[in-house]
């Protein structure tokens, strides 16, 4: 039976420390309701140590060898994780033979963008921490804990299972379009759970014990190569060694304001 087709590595990486990590980690901090952020979650910017945490990233990948470096990146057109990524290719992190498609025939002039890799949307819950959806929409906060976080969808928002679904279109279309490249994906954290649900084949209960367990770093790193049949298999998760190594503090601030109390 012919292989399926797969890239010869992908890189899950999560976007640098943003401006509205740090503003909802101190809501978090001090048990507020609402989280002081001034943009919208699509122009959320990077904070000044985001930036050199990609910088930091981009730096290592430059410094392996060239059959470990990226040929190929996309993007969550956020704000954040476009300049993640952008910052990681800058720093010289691409392979001397990158190319921007399938043709083989371009050189890498930008990062590829793709909304499918976008944050999961919080609609009216954006700027509330989990105190204030409890304060202020007990109503809403019991069917989450109802439903949980997979199914629950808040209003305008979506659920993890609305994410999980634009996901697997996003990685059929990596595995389609950019079959033997190595590609390095910049998103989001729930984005990265629930691409590992897909690869991995979790049910719900084993995505929530990912949710429960990881707030994974900033920039981390999460490594999928494909197996004997031909299948993505896990290889690394939540890797911080290039941050450590550069001398950049590794930052774990919570990825949503209704996560895990």
């Known amino acids: 039976m012919p292989q399926p087709p797969a890239p010869a590595t992908l890189w899950l990486v999560r976007?640098?420390?943003s401006a509205a990590n740090v503003a909802r980690e101190a809501a978090l901090a001090s048990a507020s309701a609402e989280i002081d952020i001034r943009h919208s979650d699509l122009d959320v910017p990077l904070s000044?140590?985001?930036?050199?945490?990609?910088?930091?990233?981009?730096?290592?990948?430059?410094?392996?060898?060239?059959?470990?470096?990226?040929t190929v990146v996309v993007a969550s057109p956020y704000a954040r994780a476009r300049r993640t990524a952008e910052r990681i290719v800058a720093a010289g992190a691409l392979a001397p033979e990158a190319v921007?498609?399938?043709?083989?025939?371009?050189?890498?002039?930008?990062?590829?963008?793709?909304?499918r890799w976008r944050e999961k949307e919080?609609?009216?819950f954006y700027t509330l921490t989990h105190h204030g959806v409890?304060?202020?929409?007990?109503?809403q906060w019991a069917l989450r804990q109802q439903l949980g976080h997979f199914y629950y969808r808040p209003p305008n928002g979506e659920s993890g299972a609305d994410v999980a679904f634009r996901v697997r279109a996003a990685l059929d279309a990596v595995a389609r379009?950019?079959?033997?490249?190595?590609?390095?994906?910049?998103?989001?954290?729930?984005?990265?759970?629930?691409?590992?649900?897909?690869?991995?084949?979790l049910d719900e209960a084993g995505l929530g014990e990912l949710w429960?367990?990881?707030?994974?770093?900033?920039?981390?790193?999460?490594?999928?190569?494909?197996?004997?049949?031909?299948?993505?298999?896990?290889?690394?998760?939540?890797?911080?060694?290039?941050l450590t190594d550069e001398d950049t503090p590794v930052t774990n601030e919570p990825a949503h304001s209704t996560g895990p109390a």
């Open 212 to 242: 429960r367990r990881y707030d994974l770093a900033n920039c981390s790193v999460t490594t999928y190569r494909p197996d004997a049949t031909g299948r993505l298999a896990l290889e690394r998760y939540n890797f911080t060694v290039p």
């Open 177 to 201: 379009e950019h079959a033997g490249e190595r590609v390095l994906v910049v998103c989001h954290q729930i984005v990265i759970l629930c691409a590992r649900y897909v690869l991995d084949r």
């Open 48 to 70: 000044p140590l985001g930036e050199r945490q990609a910088t930091a990233l981009g730096r290592w990948w430059s410094e392996q060898p060239a059959a470990e470096r990226p």
């Open 15 to 17: 976007h640098g420390e």
């Open 100 to 115: 921007a498609s399938g043709n083989g025939a371009a050189p890498v002039q930008a990062v590829l963008l793709d909304e």
């Open 122 to 124: 919080l609609g009216l």
């Open 134 to 139: 409890a304060q202020r929409h007990p109503e």
